[in-house]
């Protein structure tokens, strides 16, 4: 990912793509799918994973995007930064605002990152893949009309 400036160009990718029922060429066309990360770059590595975006990126350029976007049908809030920033009222963790995601849903769902990094996290939360992935899979099919 890093090489190509592609988001997403890696196995963290693959997963994300296979949770929404999505090959490359959809995921990648920018009238059907945007993708706008928390930080316009990449902060570098810490000790577990990437370190935190910048804290004063968001919110200087993420709101005038997602408002020149228009109408989104609905949000991917992936991983904890994202989680942190769109919904700050979700304060006791990652895994507990994804439990929640009915709360949020139809319009924002909150989801971990896809990483390799989190195949811990999958393997304890086997729920996520059983419950959420398909009910978000068919959201994704509906708004882009497969």
Same mark, same amino acid.
């Given at each position: 990912?890093?090489?190509?400036?592609i988001p997403f160009n890696d196995a963290s990718g693959d997963r994300l793509r296979a949770w929404l029922g999505l090959g490359k060429d959809?995921?990648?066309? *920018?009238?059907r799918v =945007?993708?706008?990360p928390m930080g316009l770059c990449y902060p570098g590595r810490g000790k577990s994973g990437d370190l935190p975006h $910048? *804290?004063?990126?968001?919110? $200087?350029?993420r709101a005038p995007l997602l408002r020149? &976007?228009? $109408?989104? /049908?609905?949000?991917?809030?992936?991983?904890?930064y994202a989680l =942190?920033?769109?919904? *700050?009222?979700e304060r006791s963790g990652l895994t507990r605002a994804v439990e929640s995601?009915? /709360?949020h849903w139809p319009a924002v769902v909150p989801l971990p990152h896809p990483s390799p990094a989190n195949n811990r996290w999958f393997a304890r939360n086997r729920w996520f893949e059983a419950e959420l992935?398909?009910? &978000? /899979? =068919? $959201?994704i099919a509906g708004i882009l009309g497969q």
């Open positions: 990912m890093h090489e190509t400036g959809e995921f990648y066309d *920018p009238k =945007a993708i706008l $910048r *804290p004063e990126c968001a919110p $200087r350029w020149i &976007l228009g $109408r989104l /049908r609905i949000t991917l809030v992936i991983g904890q =942190a920033y769109h919904l *700050p009222e995601w009915r /709360r992935v398909p009910v &978000l /899979r =068919a $959201r």
